[in-house]
């Protein structure tokens, strides 16, 4: 079985940083690309920015040049370092990955994490 945990959220005031990280455990072969969504409330989960195996990243437009997804590929860790947050950064953060073990790929979500941005 294949797991994903996340840690990290929290509260933390506008203009703050959090470091969010996602482990990912099992019977793991290896992991294609790792992403990190997030969903407010009363809102759709979006993408918040993905990372592919050799490293390339993409975010999207709102969080653009404050946040840098990185990835510890030999440790199957993943990481959001998020900075200047603002309050519409608040949600529920989710790690995906599309992991390939023996014989077979799935596509994992791990349980969110709560970050929330206010004064």
């Known amino acids: 079985q294949v797991q994903l945990v996340e840690s990290g959220g929290g509260l933390v005031q506008p203009g703050g940083s959090l470091r969010l990280s996602c482990a990912a455990s099992?019977?793991?072969?290896?992991?294609?690309?790792m992403g990190w969504y997030r969903q407010a409330p009363g809102k759709e989960r979006e993408l918040v920015a993905r990372?592919?195996?050799?490293?390339?990243?993409n975010y999207a437009d709102s969080v653009q040049g404050r946040f840098t997804i990185s990835r510890d590929s030999p440790k199957n860790m993943g990481y959001l370092q998020m900075e200047s947050l603002k309050p519409e950064d608040t949600g529920v953060y989710y790690c995906n990955a599309d992991i390939i073990i023996p014989d077979s790929r799935r596509d994992c979500w791990g349980q969110g994490t709560q970050v929330t941005v206010s004064s």
């Open positions: 099992g019977r793991i072969y290896s992991i294609n690309a």
């Open positions: 990372i592919t195996s050799d490293g390339r990243a």
